[in-house]
């Protein structure tokens, strides 16, 4: 068997064998269905309650793609614009560390009082959660341009936007792919509990609800679908970085 084809594999191999040993733990030990159910007791809540788990799910991710689209152009354009000055890049950061460091959860009864019960305080949330990565990784990468790379180029008659387009932004692709994917995963957690604080639909309801009724089985099953929805938009922001920066996985192979 090829290395390509192990490493082709190796994501399916572990997961069936992460859900296998959590089966085999739970029924060795007798672990109670309402501390930690087994898998087969998950899919069995997956299959009882399919039906709100998808019109949930769905929502979900209408919620989080349309939070995490608006911090990525936001995002972008901020960074791009803090990235090109290292005044600004200096000025700005302060502030947006101490943004960054409001707990999002104290922020949704304002969003609430702004704009009422109902699908823009989850979207607002996941955009004001996953915000910050991009805006900080994108201004890094423009930020951290290296002086001898500027002179060169500035010897060859290009000036500072020419050098920000050419160099700085293709410089900035990869810390900019690697904040888009931890930005997923923390729009999700601003989506559901947008859900929880302000919506009456979405799997951040819906596991409030399950909670209420203590269905612990049930909560399980919509946190493995969010875990799904959060593999199925990583996927996407790969297959887009292997078409732009297939320089940068070029010299990573070539260094290894």
Known sequence: MSRTTI????????????????EVACRALKVSTFVLPPPSAIWAAMVQFQGPLWRNALHTL???????????????LLGLIVGSSRVLYAGLNPLLVGFNSI????????????????????????FVISFFPIVVNMATG???????????MKALGANR???????????????????LKVSITLAYVGSVIGEQNASNVGLGNLITRASADFNVPLIF??????????????????????????????????NA
């Open 7 to 22: 490493l082709r594999l190796a994501p399916y191999v572990f997961t069936i064998a992460f859900f296998v040993l959590w």
């Open 62 to 76: 209408w919620m989080t793609s349309a939070g995490f689209g608006l911090s990525v152009v936001f995002g972008i």
């Open 142 to 152: 423009l930020a951290t341009i290296e002086p001898e790379t500027e002179d060169v």
């Open 103 to 126: 707990p999002k959860v104290a922020v949704v009864p304002i969003l609430v009082i702004w704009f009422g019960v109902g699908w823009l305080p989850p979207v607002l949330t996941a």
């Open 221 to 254: 099953a919509a946190l493995i679908v969010l875990a799904i929805l959060g593999v199925f938009l990583v996927v996407i922001v790969d297959l887009v970085e292997a078409r732009t920066t297939k320089w940068a996985r070029r010299s990573q192979l070539s």
């Open 161 to 179: 936007l020419d050098i920000m387009w050419k160099v700085g932004i293709p410089r900035s692709l990869p810390y900019l792919f690697g904040a």
